[in-house]
C-alpha cells in the first residue's frame, strides 16, 4: 500500500487577519464620523468607479468580507483620508500593532514604516547602529521615488532623520524599562546626531548668507 502524503494545512482564503481586523474597525469609525450611511458610501464609491453594495460595507465592517487594495484606495478617496487611516489604528503610543500575524511592532513604529520614515527596525536590525543605518538606506531606496529620496540624503536631512531615530529608541526603551545604561548609551547617540544636525545647519547658514 502506497503511503499517503498528509495534506499541509493551508490559510483559509477568507480569512481576515490583523490589517484586515483594523481596517474593518477603523471604517466604521472614520464612516461614522463622517456621517455617512453604508448606502451614500456605497454611491460615492460608485461615483468613482469601485462599486461596494451596503451590504458589502456592512460586511467588511462584521470582518465578513476582505478588503483588495482596489478597495481600499477608493474607501479613503471617498472618505477623504490617508489609506494610512483605514491600515493602521488611530495611536502613536508604545502600544503593540499587528503588521502580520506572528509579528508586532509599537505603533509609533508601525506609522513611521508605513510613511515611508524608517523601517520597521525592532524585526530587522535591533538596537545595532550600523545595521540601523544601512537596513535604513536600502529600506529608503526600494520605498522612495528618487526626488524624495535625493532630498533625504542631504546631510541636514539625514542628521534630522537619525536624530529623531535616536530619540525615538531612546524614549520607546523609557517606556519599556529598559537598562539603565542602554538608555545612556542611546542618549549619548542621540546627543552625537544633535551636534552634527548643528553643524549640517550652520553649513546651511553660511551657505545663504553668501549668496544674499
Given at each position: ?150 532630498e533625504r540624503k542631504q546631510p541636514a536631512s ?55
Amino acid at each position: 500500500m502506497e503511503a499517503v502524503d498528509e495534506p499541509k494545512p493551508t490559510r483559509r482564503t477568507n480569512e481576515v487577519g490583523p490589517t484586515g481586523a483594523q481596517v474593518a474597525e477603523n471604517l466604521r469609525r472614520i464612516r461614522d464620523a463622517r456621517g455617512l450611511s453604508t448606502t451614500r458610501l456605497s454611491k460615492l464609491l460608485a461615483e468613482v468607479g469601485r462599486p461596494i453594495q451596503p451590504t458589502g460595507i456592512t460586511k467588511i465592517e462584521k470582518r465578513e468580507r476582505k478588503v483588495d487594495v482596489d478597495d481600499l484606495v477608493a474607501l479613503a478617496l471617498v472618505l477623504n483620508v490617508s489609506p494610512l487611516a483605514l491600515l493602521l489604528p488611530p495611536t502613536d503610543g508604545d502600544d503593540a500593532v499587528s503588521l502580520a500575524p506572528s509579528m508586532t511592532v509599537p505603533a509609533w513604529l508601525a506609522w513611521e514604516w508605513s510613511e515611508g520614515t524608517s523601517p520597521a527596525l525592532d524585526s530587522v536590525v535591533g538596537d545595532d547602529d550600523d545595521g540601523l543605518l544601512r537596513e535604513t538606506q536600502a529600506y529608503e531606496s526600494l520605498s522612495l521615488p528618487p526626488q524624495r529620496l535625493n532630498e533625504r540624503k542631504q546631510p541636514a536631512s539625514r542628521a534630522a532623520f537619525m536624530l529623531r531615530v535616536q530619540v525615538r529608541q531612546l524614549v520607546s526603551g523609557m517606556l519599556r524599562d529598559a537598562p539603565v545604561g542602554a538608555s545612556r548609551g542611546r542618549l549619548a547617540e542621540a546627543r552625537r546626531w544633535h551636534g552634527r544636525l548643528a553643524d549640517e545647519l550652520a553649513h546651511v547658514e553660511q551657505d545663504l548668507a553668501s549668496k544674499e
